[in-house]
């Protein structure tokens, strides 16, 4: 059985990925808090939840990539 070799730059990008994911969970936690009118420490009480939006991000967008290249790859494979 082969051994399945991630490289190091496709780690970094993923990892560049997430932590995107996790600044645009901020983000949305900023303008919640700004929108509502709460007070700023929930962006620290809850950062559990942030950090759960980002996966979730982190997941959908994943979704979102292996449509797109997925689907790249099929249509270059066809001509």
Known sequence: MKDIVIGQAR?????????????A????NVYAIVSRGTEWSELFTQLHLTIAV????????????????GSQRLLKGTR
């Open 25 to 28: 969970a901020v983000l949305f």
């Open 54 to 69: 980002a996966v979730v991000f982190y997941v959908v967008l994943g979704f979102l990539r292996l449509i797109v290249f």
């Open 11 to 23: 780690i970094k990008r993923e990892l560049q990925v997430l932590l995107g994911c996790f600044v």
